[in-house]
C-alpha cells in the first residue's frame, strides 16, 4: 500500500474508532432515574448543570429571553463569570416544508441530562434534542436523535442556529468587565464556530465531529452585543433507522488556547464524562438513602440530593461553593448557605460544605475584616451587600454543626477566630441599648424592619450557646462561660420580651410605636391592594391600640405575622407552653403548599386550593408561600414532639415537586421564582435525617446518638448511609401486626451508638446485651436489633 494511502486508512479507522465513542444518550440514560414534565408547564424553564457551567432554557426547547437580576439574559448557557450562549434555533426542511423544532411535546429529566422529544407525525420523523454539562470543565454536550419512523426513505436538511452572547455576569461593571461587540468565524479544520468577544479574551467553540454542508454567519436576535451562526447537514434516513448528530461547547474566560483545550477533551472524552456523572448521581443516591410509605416523598428527598449538587458553582479564581438558586441567583450567599449547608451535611455532600464555608470566610475576611458574613457576592467577586444582622450569628452555628458532623478540631480552629470577632461585632456595634437584641435587618426584606427582629434574637441567643460549646473544646473557659450566659439570658427575654399573649405568638419585631405606625401604614396599603379584609381589620385595629396606648419604650409588635416569628421554636429555645400556641397559631397562615412568607397576605377564601402562584412580572415575594417558612415551621413541630405535624408540613411542600419543572421544586411554592433552590435541602433532610429518625452526631467522641421520632402513619421507614466521619449508621423500623423492630447499624465498630426510644436509652458499643424493657436484643460486630411486642 502506498504510504499516502496507508495514512488515509489509519486516519478513516482511527475516525471510525472515535466515532464509536460518541455516545448514543438513550442508551445511556436507560435505567438512570427520570421524571417526565407536564405538557402545561412545557413554555417554562429547565436547568441541565454541572459545577463550571450550566443550561437554563424552556422545556419545549426554546431558549427564550428571561430572568429579571440581568433582565431577560439570565437564561442560555453560562460559565461563570461570564454568559456564552443566548440560545439555539433548529430546525427541518423537507420536501420544501420548514419545520421549526420550538414546540417539544415532551421534556424528561434526569439527574445528569435533560431531553426534548418532538414528534413530527405528517413527516414520519421522531427526534430527541439532549443536553449533558460536565463537572469540572468548561464544556456543554448537546445530542439531537434522528429517526425515521415511516415506511419511505426520508431526505431532510438539519438547521442549526447558534447564538452567542459573551458577556459579564451581574456587577461585572465593579471589576472592570466591560461588555464588547462579540464576533464569530467557522474554523474548518475544528468543524466549529469560533466566537469572541472584542474587547476580553473571552471565547466558545461550538461545532461537531460532522463536518457540516453549509455554513453561515447570522446576526443575533437577541438583545445585547452577540452574534450568531448556522450550521447545516444533511439527514438521508432508511425506514426505521436512526442518526445522531453531536455538538460540543469549549469555552473559556481566559483565552482561546484554554478553550480550544476544553473543546478538544469533551470531544473525546463525553462518554467517559457521561458515565462518571451518572455513577456519581447513584452514589449520592444511597447517601442518607430513604425508604418510607409515602413514595411522593420519598422521591422528592431523593431528588432534592441531585437539586443541591446542580447549584454547586466553582469559579477557580475565586473559589467553589453553592448558589442560592437558578436562574436568577447563581451566585454566592451567605444566609442561603448558612441554612442549606446543615441540610447538605445531612445527605453526605460534605464537599460542598467545606468549600462554601471556605469561600464565605475569606470573602468575608477580606470585605469586612470584622467577622461580618457577607449576604451577597457575585461570580465576579464583587459583594453587594455586606451582610445582614443574622447572617453573622448563624455561620457561628453552622461550624459547630458541621464539627459535630466530622469532629475535625482543625476545622473548628480555623474559623474561631471569625466566630469570636463577628459575636463581638454583633453586640457592640449592633446592640445600641445593650438589651442583647442586635438592631438591623433579618431574613425579612421588608422596608423598615431593621430594628429588633425575633429572627435575629433567635439566631444570636443560639450561636453563643454554640459558641460556648466550642470554646469549651478550645479550652477558652472563661470565654465560654461568658457565652453561656448570654445565651441563658437571651433564652429568657425572648421567652418574656418578644411574646404577645395577645396574638398567641412572638412578635415580628421590637420597637418604638413610631416605628410600628409607619409599618402599619405601609402594611396597610398592602393588604388593601391584595384585597385581604381581615388584615385590614386586624391592623386598623393595632394602629387604633398603639394610638390610645401610646409607650415612650419599645414593645413587640405583631404586625406581619411574618414566618420568623417561629424561629424560637424553630432553634428550640421557645417555653414548652408559649411554643404549644404559638404552634397552633401559625397554621392559621398556611395554604395548601406550606407557610406563608408574610402572613397577612394569606386568603382566606382560596386556603384549600392548590393552583399556580400568580406573581408579579417584577419578581416580588408578595403573597408568597415558600419552603424555607415551611421547613422551618416542620423543625418547630418536631423540636417539641410533634412529628405528625411536621410531616404535614412536609407533604404539603412535597406538592410543589416536579409541579412545574419534573425532579425540582421552586422557591415559591409551587411554582414561582427559582426552579431550584438551595435551601430546600435543609427544609427536607433535618426534619427527616436528624428529626424523624433523630441522628444526632458528636463525632469528636465517636458517638451517635439515634432518638427516632417517626410519623405515626410510616408502618416502616429505613434510612441507610448517613454519613458522618468515617463512619456510616443505617436505621430500619418496621411495625406489622404487634410487632415493632429496629435495626441499626454502624460501619466503624470503634463508634457507640447511644439509642434513645420511649421505651429505654440502650447503649451499644459491641459489648454483651440483654433483654430489656420488653426488647429482645440482638447484637453482632457491627449491628443492634431490637424487637418486641406491642400492648
Known sequence: M?????????????????????????????????????????????????????????????????GWHIKDEMGGIWNHPIKIFDGMNARIVSSGDTLKLNKAEKFTNYPTAGKHSYNLKTNDLKINRWQFVPDSLQGTFIQYEFENTGDRKMKAQFLLDVFADLRPTWLGEKTNMIDGQDSGNFEDSKNAFIFKDELNPWFALFGSQEPPVAVNSISSSYKGKGTGGQLVYDIDLK??????????????????????????????????????KN????????????????????????????????????????????????????WWFGVDSEYALKGYMAVGQTEAVFNTIQLLDSVSNKVNANGRIIHEMSTNGAVFNKGNINETPQFASLIWEVYKWTGDKDFLKKYWSTIVKGLNWLMKEN???????PDGFGMMEIHGMDSEMVDVASYTQRAFADAAEMATILKQDSLSREYAETAELLKNKINDEFWSDEFQSFADFIGTDEQALRLIDDALIRADTL??????????????????????????FVLHHNWVVNTPMEMGIADKDKAALALKTARNYINPFGVFVTGIDRDEKVKDEESSFTGSKVFTYTGAVMTLPTGVQAIAENNYGNPDGALDYLKRMTKSFSYALPGSMYEVSPDYGMMTQAWNIYSFAVPIVQQFFGIKPYAPDKLITVQPQLPSEWEYANLENVKIADN?????????????????????????????????????????????DNFSITTSENVFSLERKLQ
Open 2 to 66: 502506498k504510504p499516502i494511502l496507508l495514512i488515509a486508512a489509519l486516519l478513516l479507522k482511527c475516525y471510525n474508532i472515535y466515532a464509536q465513542e460518541i455516545p448514543v444518550m438513550d442508551s445511556l440514560m436507560d435505567n438512570q432515574p427520570k421524571i417526565e414534565g407536564k405538557k402545561e408547564y412545557l413554555a417554562s424553564p429547565f436547568v441541565t448543570a454541572g459545577n463550571r457551567m450550566y443550561l437554563v432554557g424552556h422545556q419545549d426547547g426554546n431558549f427564550p429571553e428571561l
Open 239 to 276: 425506514p426505521g433507522k436512526k442518526f445522531t448528530l453531536n455538538f460540543f461547547i469549549g469555552t473559556s474566560y481566559k483565552s482561546l488556547a484554554e478553550a480550544e483545550k476544553e473543546y478538544s477533551f469533551l470531544k473525546q472524552n463525553i462518554k467517559t464524562e457521561i458515565l462518571q
Open 279 to 330: 455513577k456519581k448521581y447513584a452514589d449520592l443516591s444511597q447517601r442518607s438513602k430513604l425508604t418510607i410509605p409515602d413514595k411522593k416523598l420519598q422521591q422528592t428527598f431523593e431528588w432534592l440530593k441531585y437539586n443541591a449538587d446542580w447549584l454547586v458553582q466553582e469559579v477557580p479564581e475565586i473559589g467553589s461553593g453553592i448558589t442560592a438558586g437558578i436562574p436568577d441567583y447563581p
Open 431 to 437: 446592640d445600641t441599648n445593650n438589651n442583647l437584641f
Open 531 to 556: 384585597n385581604k379584609p381581615w388584615s385590614v381589620q386586624e391592623l386598623k385595629q393595632t394602629k387604633n391600640y398603639i394610638s390610645a396606648n401610646p409607650s415612650p419604650n419599645s414593645r413587640p
Open 728 to 772: 456510616k449508621v443505617s436505621v430500619f423500623y418496621k411495625r406489622e401486626m404487634n410487632t415493632e423492630t429496629w435495626k441499626f447499624i454502624k460501619t466503624d465498630k470503634n463508634w457507640k451508638l447511644k439509642i434513645i426510644l420511649p421505651a429505654g436509652t440502650y447503649i451499644f458499643d459491641n459489648t454483651e446485651k440483654v433483654t430489656k
